[in-house]
Nanobody, 115 residues
Framework: QVQVVESGGGLVQPGGSLRLSCVAS????????MNWFRQAPGREREWVAS????????TYADSVKGRFTISRDDPQNTAYLQMNSLKPEDTAVYYC????????WGQGTQVTVAS
């Protein structure tokens, strides 16, 4: 059974950090581009970051560049999103997407940045 499960969300103060994890099962992420998206209340889902499968090239949305870092551990079948210097506008449900031969999404993890 294929699953993509995000974890690591929570409530954090502005300026704080969180590390999100995305664990895949039922398929190997090694040939997949791993992505993070987010969706804030009342807004459309937006792309946050990607890391490719072969060259491990990382790309970021301008809104998170310099603050967020995407990474992957293929033997552990896991991707990560390290989020630093968090701002209230980063509040959203964060989703992991594995895109390759097929397209898999997780159910999301809530991140709330508030004092």
């Amino acid at each position: 059974q294929v699953q993509v499960v995000e974890s690591g969300g929570g409530l954090v103060q502005p300026g704080g950090s969180l590390r999100l994890s995305c664990v895949a099962s039922g398929f190997a992420i090694g040939s997949y581009v791993m992505n993070w998206f987010r969706q804030a209340p009342g807004r459309e889902r937006e792309w946050v970051a990607s890391v490719t499968s072969n060259t491990k090239k990382r790309t970021y949305a301008d809104s998170v560049k310099g603050r967020f870092t995407i990474s992957r551990d293929d033997p552990q079948n896991t991707a990560y999103l390290q989020m630093n210097s968090l701002k209230p506008e980063d509040t959203a449900v964060y989703y992991c997407r594995a895109r390759g031969m097929k397209d898999y999404w997780g159910q999301g993890t809530q991140v709330t940045v508030a004092s």
